[in-house]
């Protein structure tokens, strides 16, 4: 049997933390981030470009092999916005519940009120950061469209809002974790990773 990959998280978000862990936590030995790392500045004009930035970070810091990922939201109607920005749309506070807000009136001012008009998909890269330099890297993608308000109270960030095409018609929110683990971006990006991995 192969012997598990050891990887430090660069994230130290709890939701998405306990996300990883389901997804990844048989096949690799997921350490968390040290808390006296300090948070990584995400200003790379791409996603890859924001996970390799953690996961660098986090590597020179611990000489550990890092996990990172970042994600984006792409609506269509929006000409692929908020993507890379999606956790600072609303401002530098990246608040969820402002972020969401102005996803929903940015779309409303478009007259944009069908699902067809509303069309969007969650994209997540994870990278892994060795301390020689090389790395592995994987992308997960999940097409949908963003409902007209926020329905759920389950999930983090845009899941209020989104509805998977390969999922049973509720928001991210409203279906619970391994439901949403079974199709989600970031089980996708992850589930390939772990297949790269060699597990």
Same mark, same amino acid.
């Given at each position: 049997?192969?012997? $598990?990959?050891?990887?430090?998280?660069?994230?130290? !978000?709890?939701?998405?933390?306990?996300?990883?862990?389901?997804?990844? @936590?048989?096949?690799?030995?997921?350490? %968390?981030?040290?808390?006296?790392?300090? /948070?990584?500045?995400?200003?790379? %004009?791409?996603?890859?470009? !924001?996970?390799?930035?953690?996961?660098?970070?986090?590597?020179?810091?611990?000489?550990?092999?890092?996990?990172?990922?970042?994600?984006?939201?792409?609506?269509?109607?929006?000409?692929?916005?908020?993507?890379?920005?999606?956790? $600072? *749309?609303?401002?530098? +506070?990246?608040? /969820?519940?402002? !972020?969401?807000?102005?996803?929903?009136?940015?779309?409303?001012?478009?007259?944009?009120? +069908?699902?067809?008009?509303?069309?969007?998909? *969650?994209?997540?890269?994870?990278?892994? $950061?060795?301390p020689d330099g090389s790395e592995t890297i994987? +992308?997960?993608v999940v097409e949908g469209h963003i409902t007209?308000?926020?329905?759920?109270?389950?999930? *983090?960030?845009?899941?209020?809002?989104?509805?998977?095409?390969?999922?049973?018609? +509720?928001? *991210?929110?409203?279906?619970?974790?391994?439901?949403? !683990?079974?199709?989600?971006?970031?089980?996708?990006?992850?589930?390939?990773?772990?297949?790269?991995? @060699?597990?």
């Open positions: 049997m192969t012997a $598990r990959v050891r990887l430090v998280l660069a994230t130290a !978000n709890p939701h998405k933390v306990e996300e990883i862990r389901a997804i990844l @936590g048989e096949v690799v030995e997921l350490l %968390p981030r040290p808390g006296e790392v300090p /948070d990584v500045v995400e200003d790379a %004009p791409t996603l890859e470009g !924001n996970a390799r930035l953690k996961a660098v970070a986090l590597c020179e810091a611990t000489g550990e092999v890092a996990v990172a990922d970042d994600t984006g939201l792409e609506v269509d109607a929006l000409g692929g916005a908020p993507g890379v920005h999606s956790a $600072r *749309f609303a401002g530098p +506070e990246h608040d /969820d519940t402002a !972020n969401l807000a102005k996803l929903l009136v940015d779309l409303e001012a478009l007259g944009a009120t +069908e699902p067809a008009d509303r069309r969007a998909r *969650f994209r997540t890269v994870a990278l892994v $950061r060795y994987a +992308e997960g007209l308000e926020a329905w759920g109270d389950g999930g *983090f960030g845009y899941d209020p809002v989104f509805v998977a095409d390969d999922g049973p018609g +509720e928001t *991210f929110a409203e279906m619970g974790a391994d439901a949403k !683990n079974a199709i989600s971006h970031r089980a996708r990006a992850f589930g390939a990773l772990a297949e790269l991995l @060699g597990h």
